[in-house]
């Protein structure tokens, strides 16, 4: 579903040059359940933000369903992330005076849904991560897991195609890691969805069915060497 081509991305501080991705080139099919591992400062999040589309390579293309990004407008491709992508992050990005239904509904308020119908699209999601429950409650008054549960259904509720997350367990007990892992799973499982987890934990890693390597802006080992032809 997505193709990351010889993508190399550089940034500037003041004359200085950091060339942070060098040459990487990696396809997602459509399902995948893959992990993205690497030392931290390897570009993890780098290679993150292009392949969600909130950023662009300096060089490379990224494809999505083998539609290059390249020459789009930013517009257009805010369009696109909207439609496809679904972020997750290890500090949740929850906005802390707002109820676990208001933050999950926060998406369908961007996009000018009326309040009704974000209430219960909300609630669905809600109850989805298994969090029925807790719809009222604020994130200060929910556990670390729960908390990744609600930025989840956040994730959820615009139906996307590929689920980023960025060491979604990283702020989490071994328990509470398990338990959100398992929740990916069950949704790459039940909708397909195309899922790319950066983790530092092995244990993680191991219950992903694909691994990619980085190391210093390049990918050093991916399971799964099949590199289809690039549209
Ligand atoms: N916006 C930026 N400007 C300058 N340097 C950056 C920027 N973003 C990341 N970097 C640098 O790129 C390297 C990789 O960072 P990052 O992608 O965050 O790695 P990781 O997520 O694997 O820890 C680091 O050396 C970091 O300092
Ligand atoms: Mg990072």
Redo the contacts with the bound molecule.
């Keep these: 579903m997505l193709t990351v081509k010889d993508v190399s991305k550089e940034?500037r501080?003041g004359s200085a040059v950091?060339p942070?991705l060098k040459d990487v080139s990696l396809v997602l099919a459509e399902g995948e359940f893959c992990a993205l591992t690497?030392?931290?400062?390897?570009?993890?999040?780098?290679?993150m933000n292009l392949i969600g589309l909130m950023d662009r390579p300096t060089k490379g293309d990224i494809a999505v369903d083998g539609r290059s990004t390249r020459l789009v407008t930013s517009d257009r491709l805010a369009a696109l992330r909207n439609q496809v992508v679904g972020f997750v992050f290890q500090s949740f990005h929850l906005l802390p005076h707002l109820s676990a239904l208001d933050n999950v509904g926060l998406p369908l308020l961007y996009r000018g849904v009326a309040v009704r119908e974000r209430r219960q699209r909300a609630a669905a999601a809600l109850d989805r991560v298994g969090l029925s429950e807790r719809v009222g409650h604020r994130p200060c008054e929910l556990s670390g897991g729960q908390r990744q549960r609600v930025a989840i259904a956040r994730a959820l509720i615009t139906k996307p195609r590929l689920l980023l997350a960025?060491e979604p367990t990283g702020n989490l007990d071994s328990q509470s890691a398990d338990e959100i892992i398992s929740l990916f799973l069950e949704l790459n499982r039940s909708f397909g969805l195309t899922s790319l987890i950066?983790t530092h934990d092995a244990s993680v890693a191991a219950r992903c069915t694909r691994r990619i390597a980085?190391r210093d802006?390049r990918v050093l080992d991916d399971d799964l060497r099949v590199y289809r032809e690039f549209v």
């Design positions: 940034f501080l950091a942070v690497g030392p931290s400062g390897s570009g993890k999040t780098t290679l960025d950066v980085m802006g």
